[in-house]
Structure formats: structure tokens, C-alpha cells
């Protein structure tokens, strides 16, 4: 599975490492983020794009076990680098 969109040198990744760089030396922190292989596969090929959602927002965890619950039998999990700046929440009304 190739992920491009991702990449160095794609607005993606400019965007993410200018978020990582105004952390205020908070970083970027590894989580998961378990599901259906399907859906692995969609999020692999089209991102965390908010557009393409069908809850309020996207869920990791800080534990691998924590996620491993969410593959439902699966054998993939995603590992994602999340830059630990501002919290940006929306709550459902």
C-alpha cells in the first residue's frame, strides 16, 4: 500500500512539520488507530480527511492494545505521528 500524499515536499507534510515546529517543543507523539481492514485501507489511500468522515472526529490511542480491540479479527493497525500542539475539538450538538 503506497501513501503519496504524505510525503515530503507535499502540502501535507509542509503543513504537519510547520505544526511540529509551532509545538512549542511538545514535538509530535506516535499513537494508534485500530479499525476494520477496509477502512485501514480508505484512510491508507485517502487520509484523515474530514470530509470523508462518518463520526465527529478521528480516535487514537496511546497503547497498541487500546486500538487492537478496534480491528475487529483484522491484522492492521495504523501508527500515526501527531503533532502535540493546540487541541482542536469540535463537540457534537
Request: include cysteine; charged fraction near 20%.
Amino acid at each position: 500500500m503506497r501513501i503519496d500524499h504524505s510525503k515530503p515536499g507535499t502540502a501535507l507534510h509542509t503543513r504537519f512539520m510547520q505544526a511540529c515546529a509551532a509545538t512549542n517543543g511538545k514535538g509530535i507523539k506516535l499513537v494508534f488507530n485500530g479499525s476494520y481492514a477496509h477502512n485501514i485501507e480508505l484512510l491508507c489511500r485517502y487520509g484523515l480527511d474530514p470530509k470523508r468522515r462518518s463520526t465527529y472526529g478521528d480516535w487514537f490511542a496511546v497503547n497498541a492494545s487500546t486500538s487492537a480491540s478496534y480491528c475487529r479479527g483484522g491484522q492492521r493497525m495504523l501508527v500515526c505521528a501527531v503533532s502535540q500542539g493546540q487541541l482542536h475539538c469540535r463537540v457534537p450538538r
